[in-house]
């Protein structure tokens, strides 16, 4: 026993004397079932046919490619194990996250051993028959993937992509009292950025009324070919990590599997009467009284890497050893000493005690598991679309900013939506919540701190009466860390509930890899696994926005994250871009009502013109896009030009450029188009969205001149619409990276978005112009001359721009 | 003070009482010169005239918008000021990084008064009208931003993203045994996962070789509007923490500027003695004896937000709390209660004393700082071209495969990369590392590990001499966070060292928000700071492939990295698909060499088959792009169709449906264009690798249809040629996020970038196959079925497949 298990058994039995060890039939029993994980999580990897090795295996029967992570399977089961007991002794509602999704053979051998597995894929039968389709399906193609993927039951996490498994956990246990989320975090895992910081959320988790994640940090040692850095910091280093993030850990050490059951037991069952004491105190504490942090328990399990598998192979360690990460012994289909090594492995099982003889789990056994929503397995938690239930909705009509003529007033359309917000918080206040990366106020949602504070566990000031709202009950979630919210997000609504986070726009980039994995996991979902119910989408609020970084410069202008968005599933994926307050509300309303999508909202929060009236905003919403006609002059007739604009800035400018172009151009004819839904543009063969090349012309000509001012980067138009008519027409302003410290025309201008390098694109363009407004276009030269020196010169915009109105 | 504190005494106590405290002239003369930095910081907030305040401050020389961070500028620059005091007496040699880069007037105050930001931007001279220049261009239009953008001479991190300050802090310090890298790292920037787990980079940082780096943990207590977690946990929570993540924290603590500067003294000289005596152990230590990992030292630096501020502004307190974030007086342009309390601020630190009549620091103060190239803000290695030297290349072709025929042999191309990169370290040893998230073997470039072990500071254990190929004097940076080697990666180039790093497709997306920064950041140094000497380019391998996911699946398919890398600078950006070993190796050889891009180079791990010889893998890359003739028919004459492909795998099926329609399509001309260098497919004005129009002419005809089986989504493809004249006729195949567990040859077929699919898209593009080519239509549908029939009954490809070889 190393220190840190001294010490950690040490303060093991500091606490409470009530966890019990296992009688021997205990014992021996889960044992039993243990091996029988083992045994399946074995064949798993190798076996096509003979499942239970009635006859002596032979080389024909293994799989031709041997796929899979053997490394911690045995681990991971060994816990599934003793939880299994602890639910069934204490009634508990819990579910299992697998970190090292890697090792989904523990998971899907757990499924399967509980019936679950059967019970969803009747094919996969709890017989010989049924655990050969059940052992030849995996990791193979036309199969199941290697993963906790979602065709998983009983999972939310699939763990390919690491470092969310505790966010999910966590995302998972908010508003769910009486639920335990028990999370097995990878030593490999635990290397990673995203997970280091994920430790740091018990500081938002209330045991009043949140429920409990069980942290289990599986310590086998190895990666792929290297060590660990948490397996081998020194113990106390170990210790004193844990409990300076604020838990309680306790060790459970060793490879004797008789020892290691008793200490398991003994720690879990501490673990689980921990989580109720801390529940019960903080429950049934004095109304008014404010519940205090505890420091949750958590498990730092340590044991060998492939743990039970073969501990040599051809002269090399593989047991508690990396080579033990994937397939332990290499080459049993054609090497006769690898194929009998595997045998007698396999047969260390004693699979002929523990299936019978129809290769059922022997009754024993069987009854060792919860049973029915109990399983972990098919624990409903797990499958959160059964569960959700649709937000209560206050009318977002009523929110509506009264627009008498467009153009005309300024308002902050996210200012707008935080009302908005507020009472959707106030209806739902166990089901929805709202994160931030410490930007909520920032990004102008702060009207929300009226249904709900933001949730804090730490101490609380005085001072912070003075605007910090903050409170141990508050709902809206706010971290420094992107990663750690999005990761709370997905793992609230896979369980069932609703939320919204917003974004600096830049710095969503930094979960791309989140959005990309769970883009993954909604469509295979969605398209293919009819047993999973939809759950509410993630909806994404892109705001302070690339074109009003005005202090922050450089790096804070990147709208690149739609890009990102735009290679994922058609059917999973969808943005808008509403252009006034009124369409804001109308998209966010929508956006809450749906499932099974990522919704990106892009909306800025600076005060912008608003156009169009809340009956006249649902109905471009709904459409999507379409023409703004008090913006255009084209009525009835071919237009000389098409405007085009997709985002609240670009638009704004767009139509100042309009308003110039039929100011001093005369007899020109203009459409202005505005697009909302940026999927609209893709053909309709291409994306559910997508118009007709027929809408599409009717909109956009089938020779007109487009200019279209968009809101990120210019290329995501032509790879949306270079299929259509007219796409050889269209000219798409963007940004194109360049940018410092700039006013917001002055930033507009360097990347021609503005509306005098518009309204020139558009005397370029048409070719009537060219000979009459020569003038104009010296005249708008000028204008972008005269603008950038004012902004040197004051850092501000001259007023005629600032205070620019749609003339009435 | 708090427990933390006092127990930190205890311990700031228990070692050596070598640190001395300061006299009362130090004293007087320290606390002055930070005064000036404090004026000046507040000054660049405020002031556009009057920088002085030689005569009553009036509402118009005040900024007309406000711009800029307040909140930690003092305690940066207190700890700027002691650092000064150590470099002096020691003679150190010391870089600073500030993570809180939003408080760029710390840095920015300091490096005006060491005098280097005149002799960088002459008219910002150190007197009146200097100044007056200084503050007035700062976060202003035209000027500087806010953070510490590459304009700031001493910086080397901007600061603008937060998260990585602490892995370019190690990434700088590694092979520079005499640098000490002070890192200010910000409370709010320490809740990011990214800045969370590089607080372990401790363990791959070798005292014998490698410098040290001193990390100032800065707990100022607030975000933007909320605490922070760290402030607010206990103390001993806060202790545990740091001890956990290995490091011996001392606490400085308090408000008091007295009694602040002789903590500060004691406790920063102490990490300085600390970090020699650790140093010099294991430099004298016998040979061969293998350096443990010591317990660096680290400040925690508890001082208010906006120390030295106004306490209080309008009953709002300031100073200590959330609302010294950014401008701490908000009106003083139009409220004259606000101007006077900003003057009466400013003239708290007594300029008059400070500067002398002419506005330049008086000469007690300049005496303070270091001089030459000790002053911080002068230090080459932030400036790190300048100490850059040229990698000693070992000449690429003495590796090539011996190519007799194209399409014979399969090799697998990094496995042959890994050589090459081996001799590279050999012949580098101080200035060439290779970083991989525990990949480097599994991404087959093990033949590394001849030259050099894995950094490996913790424990080695008596079986890891199988294999495990790790050691402490290793170069081969391996840790589970790509966001940490990224960060270290990037450290280490920007002070003039070179290196390589290898990524596994799917998760390179992890750092895309690393990668937009670093891209900013050397468009501005590029292009607009001649000043900064060039760096080593950073060069990403994206390998094991989405096309070779076999058992990983769909979490691990995602080629989309390239989308992001094509939205930045044209002047910063490359990217090369290799299609076999050899022209791997010549542009390998081509992006060590280069300076100031992100290179990114697309080459899978597997064995694929091999075409080029050296001689005309060089021509090949050097041209970029190419018709290949071996698999070209159309000699002298205009093509029936174009097949275009780039990547490894996407150039193998292509060729293999060439293969297939030459066999089956009798009188069919085909020209094949393999692409390397993806910029040759952009217009010439937008990139500066595109081709002209006109060689693209000649390439892909101007009417003849064109299929491009491209290695990642295939509207990149169009984003980069939607302007070409043939555009229209370009039929591009690519991942389309179908996948799971497959064969490659049914993921290829799922997609459509298979040898079947790709000579069906000809069959029904040529006109001329329409009436003959139906039977081989049908014959190329029927394999189709069978392969994924077969695949889904064995797990493999059929061996005529997977043994496929260009007929010769």
């Known amino acids: 026993m190393s220190a840190v298990s001294a010490s950690a058994a040490k303060a093991n039995k500091a606490k409470g004397a009530t966890a019990s060890t296992l009688t021997t039939d205990e014992l021996r029993k889960m044992d039993a079932y243990w091996r029988a994980c083992n045994y399946l999580s074995a064949g798993m990897l190798y076996l096509r046919e003979n499942p239970l090795l009635r006859t002596p295996l032979k080389a024909g029967q293994i799989k031709d490619r041997l796929l899979g992570h053997w490394g911690s399977d045995a681990g991971q089961s060994f816990t599934w194990v003793h939880l299994n007991r602890l639910i069934k002794k204490y009634d508990l509602d819990l579910i299992f996250l697998s970190g090292p999704g890697h090792g989904a053979p523990a998971t899907l051998a757990n499924c399967y051993l509980e019936g679950v597995y059967s019970e969803v894929y009747p094919d996969k039968s709890e017989d010989d028959a049924g655990m050969q389709k059940f052992f030849k399906q995996f990791s193979f193609p036309g199969g199941i993937g290697s993963h906790c993927t979602p065709e998983t039951p009983g999972s939310i996490h699939e763990g390919g992509e690491l470092g969310y498994s505790l966010s999910h956990g966590f995302g998972a246990a908010f508003d769910n009292p009486n639920l335990i989320v028990a999370v097995v975090v990878g030593d490999g895992e635990a290397e990673t950025g995203p997970l280091a910081t994920s430790w740091h959320s018990n500081k938002f988790l209330n045991p009043a009324r949140d429920g409990a994640v069980l942290p289990i940090l599986h310590l086998n040692g190895y990666k792929i070919a290297n060590p660990t850095v948490l397996a081998r910091i020194p113990a106390e280093e170990l210790e004193w990590l844990f409990k300076g993030y604020g838990w309680t850990p306790y060790v459970v050490e060793g490879h004797d599997p008789a020892l290691m059951h008793q200490q398991m037991a003994e720690v879990t069952e501490r673990c689980v009467l921990e989580i109720r004491e801390i529940q019960e105190k903080a429950r049934s504490a004095k109304a008014g009284k404010v519940p205090e942090r505890p420091r949750w328990p958590m498990i730092i399990l340590r044991s060998p890497k492939g743990w039970t598998g073969p501990k040599e192979v051809n002269g090399h360690k593989v047991e ?353 188009v505005n697009v909302v839904d940026l999927f609209r543009l893709m053909p309709e063969t291409e994306h559910p969205h997508g118009l007709s090349d027929r809408e599409f012309d009717s909109l956009f000509t089938k020779d007109k001149p487009v200019i279209f001012n968009f809101h990120a980067y210019a290329s995501l138009i032509h790879k949306l619409t270079y299929r259509r008519t007219n796409h050889d027409s269209f000219h798409v302003r963007g940004y194109k990276e360049k940018g410092n410290i700039n006013t917001p025309l002055e930033l507009a201008i360097l990347n021609q978005v503005d509306r005098f390098n518009l309204a020139i694109d558009v005397i370029d363009r048409v070719p009537k112009l060219q000979a009459t407004a020569a003038h104009t276009k010296e005249w708008l030269k000028e204008q972008i001359i005269e603008s950038i020196n004012y902004a040197h010169e004051y850092g501000i915009d001259r007023k005629e721009i600032r205070e620019w109105k749609w003339p009435v």
């Open 320 to 672: 508690d050893f990396w080579r033990a990460h994937q397939i332990p012994i290499l080459d049993p289909k054609t090497n006769p000493v690898d194929l009998k090594l595997l045998e007698k492995w396999m047969k260390s099982y004693k699979p002929e005690e523990l299936f019978d003889k129809t290769g059922r789990l022997v009754e024993e056994l069987k009854e060792m598991a919860p049973v029915g929503a109990k399983r972990i397995s098919g624990n409903p938690h797990a499958n959160g679309g059964l569960l959700r239930k649709p937000l209560e909705l206050p009318d977002f009509r009523d929110y509506a900013v009264d627009v008498k003529k467009p153009g005309q007033i300024e308002v902050s359309p996210t200012y707008v939506l935080g009302g908005y917000l507020r009472d959707v918080m106030k209806k739902n206040m166990t089901s929805f919540r709202v994160f931030g990366p410490d930007e909520t106020a920032s990004n102008r949602l702060q009207l929300l701190y009226e249904a709900s504070k933001k949730t804090w566990m730490e101490k609380i000031l005085p001072e912070d009466s003075d605007g910090t709202e903050i409170a141990a009950d508050g709902r809206v979630m706010e971290m420094l860390s992107e990663h750690t919210l999005e990761g709370w997000f997905e793992g609230y609504v896979l369980t069932g509930r609703h939320g919204f986070l917003s974004s600096y726009e830049a710095f969503v980039h930094i979960i791309d890899s989140m959005f990309n994995q769970h883009a993954k996991w909604l469509e295979k979902s969605k398209l293919e696994l009819r047993w999973r119910a939809p759950i509410s989408s993630i909806n994404l609020l892109i705001t302070s926005l690339v074109w009003r970084q005005d202090h922050n410069g450089f790096t804070h202008q990147d709208p690149g994250f739609l890009d990102v968005v735009t290679n994922k599933s058609p059917h999973v994926t969808r943005i808008y871009l509403p252009p006034d307050a009124n369409c804001l509300l109308s998209v966010a309303d929508h956006c809450l009502c749906s499932t099974n999508y990522v919704n990106v909202i892009v909306a800025d929060k600076a005060p912008h013109l608003q156009y169009l009236t809340m009956d006249e905003a649902v109905k471009h919403c709904t459409k999507g896009i379409g023409i703004w006609n008090f913006a255009s002059n084209d009525a009835g007739e071919e237009p000389d030009v098409v405007m085009a604009c997709a985002g609240d800035i670009p638009t704004a400018e767009a139509l100042a450029a309009v308003a110039i172009l039929r100011e001093r151009c005369e007899g020109l004819k203009i459409r202005f």
